[in-house]
């Protein structure tokens, strides 16, 4: 061996041992290799990833045992404990409260019961008449409602927003006190349309302003124009609420002069308000319950990373585990989100039984109240496991059992990370995968949104391509793709583990 001249032996074995040493402790810079044996351990890994077994997973999940998973309730605790004991069963780490896997935050919620009703009471050859609507095809019962009943006349109020600073006020020159006033969802300047405008309008977008500001101005109840069950936490003392269609929202303009579409298009375009009375005289009745000591729970399992330095970084793998309970019929909640959190169990097993093992850590949450103002990842961000500057990425699982097609939302936001899961997909898997931009310019819509408002990367998957019944009762088990679910599975255990194992820093500053 040549030495240089000025180089004494003693410094070169010095220098060998430390290189020796440093590259024992930045070996992760290399790729893991995978021995043929390794990967026929792998091969019959995947093979045991079974759809049928994914299957069961939502069977059991929307089943009524479990009630539709509205967070607070004691059958989405008795839910997450479930998923806390197969967590437990494939020796996770428990990542919870005081070592537990359980992540605990106050959640009120509310119970809505059989028997109320929504109507319209009118005058018809000189008799009084009243026209009852159909539960779910016209009307829901609102979750945020009182118990109690309310008749009175109805006053359109556009989006319910009163904003000075924005010259713009739908209560004005309308009385609507002791009145229902009947609202639209979001505000008269969508994220779409114009995403810089709309973060002027954006906190009055969301029903709990508009519940608040209903109250604020005198009225005693509430119709939203947008046919969906909507349990947000916020419960508003005494004041009636439902959520209508546009059958109903039809019958309430009937004689204005002009349609309903019409009269939105308007306000769009000229940024006034078009409020008017309506004239007809209609009927809330709601039977509820509410709890305001609720509990919500996430549930946190960690597959800690074998190397000394890596295991500090986290790859995030998550889905809601909750949907939207009792309104007044239990709403099953199979593909919304049962299957997501079937997809992350079959993942988490296979991880979990892995003949490699990664080498950064990875960290599986089923989270609660995605429908109750994501309680569950707000409380996760306020209180992570893992710091930001070391999360490498969540990704989410979103209504993954309906078709046979998936889109990966993200996926050309962040195509260094996307590559790790296209990699992964084998020319069996290819055809299900296609990378989508992340477009939610302005109202979180998923657990993924808020991640990423954090300055977190996030991938959101989710499925299409078969008719959904998405917060309806029609959302059960029979209308679940279960191979589409094993192949997502499949995909996610060999690009996290590939992702887990790169000697790519994700952290580099660019």
Known sequence: MKIHRNITIPFMIVLFAFLLLTSCAV??????????????????????????????YVKKLSSKTYAGRLTGTPEFRACANWVGSLFEE?????????????????????????????????????????????????????????????????????????????????????????????????????????????????????????????????????????LTVNPDIDHVPRLMVAQVGESVVKDLFAGSGKTHQENLEEIQSSLQPRSFRTRKVFTIQNFTEHH??????????????????????????????????????????????????????GAVEALAKSP??????????????????????????????????????????????????????????????????????DEPLQHVLEPFPYSNLGRPRLDSDLFIGKGIPSITFTVYGAPTFARTRKDTADTINPGTMEQLSKILYRGVLSMANSGQDFFEKK
């Open 27 to 56: 070996g992760f810079k290399k790729e893991v290799k995978i021995s043929d044996e390794e990967k026929t351990q792998m091969d019959r890994l995947l093979d045991s990833i079974s759809g049928e077994k994914l299957l069961g």
């Open 90 to 226: 494939w020796n996770l780490a428990p990542r919870g409260d005081n070592d537990t896997y359980f992540q605990a935050y106050p959640n009120p919620y509310t119970i809505i019961f059989v028997g109320g009703e929504l109507s319209y009471t009118y005058q018809s050859r000189g008799q009084k008449r009243k026209k009852k609507y159909a539960y779910e095809k016209e009307y829901f019962p609102g979750s945020q409602s009182a118990n109690g009943s309310v008749t009175a006349e109805v006053v359109y109020v556009g989006y319910g927003i009163t904003a000075p600073e924005l010259y713009y006020d739908d209560y004005a020159g309308v009385n609507v006190k002791e009145k229902i006033v009947l609202v639209e969802p979001g505000a008269p300047v969508s994220p779409e349309s114009d995403p810089a405008l709309f973060k002027d309008w954006r906190p009055y977008s969301f029903n709990q302003y508009k519940l608040k500001m209903a109250v604020a101005h005198g009225a005693k109840g509430i119709l939203f124009s947008d």
């Open 292 to 345: 305001s000591k609720g509990i919500g729970y996430n549930v946190i399992g960690q597959i800690e990373g074998i190397d000394p330095l890596l295991k500090q970084e986290v790859i995030i793998l998550g889905a809601n585990l909750d949907h939207l309970g009792f309104c007044y019929e239990i709403m099953p909640g199979a593909n919304d989100n049962a299957s997501g959190v079937a997809v992350l169990l």
């Open 356 to 425: 490699v093992r990664p080498k950064r850590s990875v960290l599986f949450i089923a989270f609660g109240s995605k429908e109750q103002a994501f309680m569950g990842a707000q409380t996760y961000l306020k209180k992570p496991v893992f710091p930001k500057n070391k999360t490498i990425v969540y990704l989410n699982l979103s209504t993954v059992g309906g078709g046979d097609k998936a889109r990966a939302l993200g996926a050309q936001n962040y195509p260094e990370l996307w590559a790790y899961i296209s990699q992964a997909a």
